[in-house]
């Protein structure tokens, strides 16, 4: 895709992927990049292409997460992702680490 073949030429993110590469850019040291919105799934495909590696995309909302699985999919072509929705809680189970009766913890 043209628009991804510019993202890759750029300075900032030719940095990126080398810091990524290189392991200097790790969950301690990542900053934000400032990026707007409606470029941030592009940057994704970007590296997912160039790293090869699998890559976890993570959103505090179900629907948000939704629809970037949909808009996902048009950046990465032939690449599978995966959408992982919340899991299902039923309203007889209690949260884990919950206490039960006679003070055991309960693992439903």
């Known amino acids: 895709m043209p628009l991804l073949d510019r993202i890759g030429k750029l300075a ?3 940095d990126l ?3 990524l590469g290189s392991g200097a850019e790790t969950v301690t040291t990542a900053r934000g ?3 707007p919105r409606a470029a941030r799934l592009p940057l994704v495909a970007r590296l997912q292409d ?3 590696q699998p890559i976890l995309l993570i959103t505090n ?3 948000r997460a939704l ?3 949909d808009e996902l999919q048009f950046w990465l072509q032939d690449i599978p992702a995966y959408y992982f929705p919340n899991p299902i809680r039923f309203s007889m189970s209690r949260p884990v680490g919950a206490r039960a009766r006679g003070g055991t913890a309960c693992r439903c």
């Open 50 to 52: 160039d790293l090869r």
């Open 12 to 14: 900032a993110y030719q």
């Open 61 to 63: 909302r179900a629907d």
């Open 67 to 69: 629809a970037l699985y």
């Open 17 to 19: 992927l080398a810091r």
């Open 33 to 35: 990049l400032g990026l």
